[in-house]
């Protein structure tokens, strides 16, 4: 088994989680705010960890779903440049935009976990949870999209950036 067909599957994984986690958070926060509304306006008794709950789930469903955009080839990129290239130099700017990226992810992942652990012991005020879950959301978005772009970046190939009619097998 090759290192790439091991990372397509851990890449494939971790995808499905981000969508699933994602999925899950974005339910409960449409609920979570809908019933904070109404317990405010109609009933005049808000709901008091709905804003500090509100703030773990929009971490966490920013930073996963941040990653799901890495594994679509969706994230942000200079495309006014890629697209003025040729497809060979198209392939060598997008590998070099790739371990930008990548070693921007890795300073992410290591300064995230320090901020993650530092505020480990704090909690928050009206929920029962750790002020670091806030923070981990980051290094664990990270790690994702890290696995996504590594295999982007090992699957690239110049034919990707052919045209349809120029495309040679």
């Not at 890629?82 to 992942?109: E, G, H, Q, R």
Request: contains cysteine; aromatic residues 10%; charged residues 15%.
């Amino acid at each position: 088994m090759s290192i790439i067909s091991v990372l397509k599957k851990i890449s494939d994984i971790l995808e499905k989680v981000a969508e699933v986690l994602t999925g899950i958070l974005i339910i409960f926060l449409t609920i979570l705010i809908f019933v904070s509304v109404v317990a405010r306006f109609v009933f005049n008794s808000p709901v008091q960890w709905q804003y500090e709950a509100t703030l773990v789930c929009m971490s966490w469903t920013v930073f996963v779903g941040m990653s799901m955009t890495f594994k679509q080839k969706e994230h942000m990129a200079l495309t006014f440049v890629t697209n003025a290239l040729p497809p060979k130099a198209k392939a060598i700017w997008m590998s070099a935009l790739d371990v930008i990226v990548m070693a921007f992810l890795v300073i992410a992942i290591i300064e995230g976990i320090a901020v993650t652990s530092s505020t480990m012991p704090l909690k928050y005020m009206t929920i029962p949870v750790s002020r670091g879950v806030f923070y981990m959301a980051f290094p664990v978005g990270a790690a994702f999209s890290l696995v996504h772009l590594l295999l982007h970046l090992l699957t690239r190939r110049t034919k990707d950036f052919l045209p349809e009619a120029l495309e040679v097998e």
